[in-house]
Each structure stands twice: as structure tokens, then as C-alpha cells.
């Protein structure tokens, strides 16, 4: 049995997924782990497909946005070290006990009520990573008294188990690197201040893509590798540095649904913002706005049907787009590309990412769980993931 039934797909290159940590475990001292980020669903991938593919590529740890996104992980039987970036209340401690998930801490106050639920619940104790604000001004301790504070303060937790310690970049995908420097020396001195206290550093990192790719000896014990995981840099300048070749993994299709010949002139979808002229070939493709195939592409976005670009012509509907072909070309359930490569083609995410006046990040995350995820090894299909069919 089919395993969707609309004709669009994301297509998930797990070889690419293998090289891009096959390069960056190269491109880094030895000593240094990859840990994948895998949050937002894997950059839109797909978390647990990546991640297992990560894991057996050459990473040893994972991270995510939030814990309900390290239970997907769990739940999916992976078992690797997972640590959670962001904030977690104290009131979901218990959670992260049970699926033995790391947590960030950067508050006495967070640590001392964590520590209590967990005593109270007799649970085992919880892996904390403390994260020191150098600059990207969101979540961290600022000052060395802080940190010293907090560090005491998980050292006094029965429960809660000082295992890590990290900043994170602002400005490390920029050619000048004043900013990103300035962050590293303050992250410097934040762990000389704990090794004058005595203290045995845990877990020490700082290095997002960017940073792995311009500053590989700052890998400590591990980077955090996100979007070059998937292929993508994380600038136009670090693209341009190639210091490290990257290899996109996602890719966006389609097959037509309907096509059609203009023998009048006609006008196109909502809005009636293009008209057809007498010759000109139509052909209407399943997937739209609500798929996360960005409005703002109407009349500007193209697509690879043969190995050529056409045109997004009229505006993106919610479930469906229409391209100009040329006359004569096109006709039901022939595959189209809008994300990707075909013949010597290609539609980047970074040229969707201009056309929409974001970034790259961005563009994979917007693809929900209407669209099937398709993974593929060697060029054959693996598994295919359909979020949808699991409601
Ligand atoms: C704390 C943190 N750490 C690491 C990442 C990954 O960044 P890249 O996608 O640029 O590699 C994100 C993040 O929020």
C-alpha cells in the first residue's frame, strides 16, 4: 500500500547526512565529539532519522530545543546522551529523570526548587549543563559571581549533577570576528575562574556550525552541530570560505496533478494576478502555504520539471500552486522538484531563503507534518515517515 496519498514529499539524503558529520569529525581535534542538533524536528528533516543516522556517522550526543522533543528521541528507543538547550521548568524535572535527559541550568533559584521535586519524588539525579550568557544576550549567567553561585549551588543539589558547561555565538557566520572572539574570551575566562576555585570542568563547549568550521580548536569537548549537519552553511560568507564541503540533504517534490493548454487567455488562482495567454501550458501542483511552501513566493518562486526552471505563476494557495511549463509539456503525475536538484539543476534552500528574506534555517523548518518525509540510502528508499498517518 501507498504509504501517503498526495504526491509530495520531503526527500531526506541519509548519505549526505553521514558525510556532512564524516567532514566535520575531520575537520576537528580528535579529542572533540559532535554533539547533532536535532531540534525543530531535525531542521524540518526529521529528528529521529537523523539523529540515529548522526549517531552511527560519528556523533555521540544530541541536543534539542526543549524536552518534549528529547521524549520523540526517547520514545523512538534512542539512547544516546541528549541534552536540552533551552529552558525547562522545574515542574518537568521528573521527566527528564525518568528518560535520563540533560538539562540547562543558569539559576539558583531553578536548581534549588529542580532539586527539591526530585528529592520529594526519590528520583534518580539529572545531568545539568550551565550555560554562561557571553553575548547572544538570552539565557545564561553574565557574571563570574553568578556562575560560581550556580555551580555551588548544583554541588549542594543531591540531585542534580553538575555535567556540563557552554556559551553560544552570536556572530560566529560573520567575516569580522571581533564580536565572536570577544564571547570566546569571556567564556575563557568564566572557566579559568573555576579552575582557580579548584573546580574539575565538566563537559566544556561552545562551537555552533559556524565556529566549528572558522574555529576548530575551539571545539573543547564537543561542537553543537546543527545546520551543517543537514548540509547547509550557516552564511553566505561561511559558503564562501569553504573551509569544509557540505552536501544538502533535503529535497522538496511533487507530481503534477493537473495540466493544461491556454486556448483563451484565463487568470490564475486567487486574486487573478496572472493571466494565462493562448499556448501557454499550466499545470497545478499539490502543495501550498499550509504545507509551509511560503506564500511570498507567489509569482517569484520556481521549480525543476525536466531539468528546467518554471515559474510560480498567480499566488500560492493554501494547498496548491500553479507553474507556467512550456507548450506542450507536462502532463499528469510527471515528479516536479522545489526544493533540490534535478539534471544539472538546483533550487537551494539558500535561494528560497533570499526570495523570502530569511535563512536557510528557516525554510526546512517551515515543512509540517502535512508532508511525508521520505529517507533514502544509496538511492533507495529506506523508510518513509508520514506524521499525518500517525494521528
Ligand atoms: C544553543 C545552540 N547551540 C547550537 C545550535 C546549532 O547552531 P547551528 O545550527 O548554527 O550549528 C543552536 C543553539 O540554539
Known amino acids: 500500500m501507498k504509504p501517503f496519498s498526495r504526491d509530495t514529499w520531503v526527500e531526506v539524503d541519509l548519505n549526505a547526512i553521514r558525510a556532512n558529520v564524516e567532514t566535520f569529525r575531520g575537520h576537528l581535534p580528535k579529542s572533540t565529539g559532535i554533539m547533532a542538533v536535532v531540534k525543530a524536528d531535525g531542521y524540518g528533516h526529521g529528528a529521529v532519522h537523523v539523529a540515529r543516522e548522526a549517531l552511527a556517522s560519528g556523533a555521540d550526543s544530541l541536543a534539542v530545543a526543549m524536552l518534549d522533543e528529547a521524549v520523540i528521541l526517547r520514545t523512538a528507543g534512542i539512547d544516546a546522551p541528549i541534552l536540552v538547550l533551552g529552558y525547562t521548568p522545574a515542574d518537568s524535572v521528573e521527566t527528564a529523570s525518568r528518560l535520563n535527559v540533560e538539562l540547562t541550568a543558569y539559576s539558583t533559584e531553578w536548581i534549588v526548587s529542580a532539586n527539591q521535586r526530585l528529592e520529594q519524588a526519590e528520583l534518580r539525579p539529572v545531568g545539568v549543563h550551565v550555560k554562561t550568557d557571553t553575548g547572544m544576550g538570552r539565557l545564561g549567567v553574565r557574571t563570574t559571581a553568578d556562575l560560581l ?3 555551588a549551588a548544583l554541588e549542594n543539589s543531591a540531585k542534580l549533577e553538575w555535567t556540563g558547561i557552554f556559551t553560544h ?32 570542568l ?57 495540466v493544461k493548454t491556454a486556448v483563451e487567455p484565463f487568470t490564475v488562482s486567487y486574486g487573478a494576478t496572472y493571466t494565462a495567454k493562448p499556448g501557454e501550458r499550466i499545470a497545478t501542483l499539490p502543495i501550498g502555504y499550509a504545507d509551509g511552501y511560503s506564500r511570498l513566493l507567489s509569482n517569484r518562486g520556481e521549480v525543476l520539471y525536466n531539468g528546467s526552471r518554471y515559474q510560480v505563476v498567480g499566488r500560492v494557495c493554501m494547498d496548491q500552486i500553479m507553474v507556467r511549463l512550456e507548450p506542450g509539456l507536462g502532463q499528469v503525475d510527471e515528479e516536479v522538484v522545489l526544493y533540490g536538484k534535478q539534471g544539472n539543476e538546483e533550487i537551494s534552500l539558500d535561494e528560497v531563503a533570499a526570495l523570502l528574506g530569511t ?6 523548518c517551515m515543512l509540517n507534518y502535512r508532508i511525508p518525509r521520505v529517507y533514502v540510502r544509496n538511492k533507495e528508499v529506506v523508510e518513509v515517515f508520514h506524521p499525518l498517518a500517525m494521528k
Request: aromatic letters at 10%; charged letters at 20%; hydrophobic letters at 40%.
Open 149 to 151: 553561585e550556580v555551580v
Open 169 to 200: 555565538f552570536a556572530c560566529a557566520d560573520e567575516p569580522d570576528t571581533t564580536h565572536v572572539r570577544g564571547q570566546h574570551e569571556m567564556f575563557q575566562s568564566f572557566l579559568q575562574a573555576l579552575r582557580e576555585q579548584g573546580k574539575k
Open 359 to 364: 535563512i536557510n534555517y528557516e525554510v526546512p
Open 202 to 258: 565538566p563537559k566544556v563547549h561552545c562551537c555552533n556550525t559556524a565556529a566549528a568550521i572558522a574555529f576548530p580548536d575551539w571545539g573543547y569537548d564537543t561542537i553543537r552541530l546543527g545546520i551543517g549537519l543537514y548540509g547547509l552553511y550557516p552564511s553566505p560568507y561561511m559558503k564562501e570560505r569553504a573551509d569544509v564541503r557540505l552536501v544538502p540533504a533535503l529535497s522538496l517534490k511533487t507530481k503534477i496533478a493537473h
